[in-house]
């Protein structure tokens, strides 16, 4: 069973990974085009990315964390790279519900009334908060890559 989590523990991280090239794409085409039609695409694939991948992510982490002896939440002593990544997720799942949600579900109420234009502030804080999310994600696969390396 061990092993099983930790592979789809890996295939939730390359998803999410793989949502940062997407995700740079399609903001870049839509700051870029003025296309407001495709907002409603990045919002769908940051949703179902975002969603499955650090759900995926999360309850598979807490599992092999509970599974395995040498592993513990958020302590520093013995496996400082885990604990980093730890707080790095609380942080992104911190940053998801308090700054991607309520601004995509402003855009989707902008983009129903027609209200929607390339330079609305809530579209900017949501580019922003995807694109900080996005490295933040990065530097949890480099700790999760690197840590035998160090420890």
């Given at each position: 069973?061990?092993?099983?989590?930790?592979?789809?523990?890996?295939?939730?991280?390359?998803?999410?990974?793989?949502?940062?090239?997407?995700?740079?794409?399609?903001?870049?085409?839509?700051?870029?085009?003025?296309?407001?039609?495709?907002?409603?695409?990045?919002?769908?694939?940051?949703?179902?990315?975002?969603?499955?991948?650090?759900?995926?992510?999360?309850?598979?982490?807490?599992?092999?964390?509970?599974?395995?002896?040498e592993?513990?939440?958020?302590?520093?002593?013995?496996?400082?790279?885990?604990?980093?990544?730890?707080?790095?997720?609380?942080?992104?799942?911190?940053?998801?519900?308090?700054?991607?949600?309520?601004?995509s579900?402003?855009?989707?109420?902008?983009?129903?009334?027609?209200?929607?234009?390339?330079?609305?502030?809530?579209?900017?804080?949501?580019?922003?908060a995807?694109?900080?999310?996005?490295?933040?994600?990065?530097?949890?696969?480099?700790?999760?890559?690197?840590?035998?390396?160090?420890?």
């Amino acid at each position: 069973m061990y092993p099983t989590l930790v592979t789809f523990h890996v295939i939730f991280a390359g998803m999410w990974l793989s949502f940062f090239i997407v995700e740079s794409f399609l903001r870049n085409k839509i700051e870029k085009s003025g296309n407001i039609n495709k907002v409603s695409d990045y919002l769908n694939l940051s949703n179902s990315f975002g969603i499955i991948g650090s759900t995926g992510i999360l309850i598979t982490g807490i599992v092999i964390v509970m599974m395995n002896n040498e592993y513990g939440f958020f302590d520093m002593s013995s496996n400082h790279w885990l604990a980093t990544k730890q707080i790095i997720l609380l942080v992104i799942l911190i940053m998801t519900g308090s700054l991607v949600i309520p601004n995509s579900k402003k855009i989707r109420a902008k983009l129903e009334s027609r209200e929607l234009d390339k330079n609305d502030k809530e579209l900017k804080k949501l580019f922003r908060a995807n694109q900080i999310i996005n490295y933040l994600v990065l530097i949890n696969l480099i700790f999760a890559v690197t840590h035998r390396f160090y420890g």
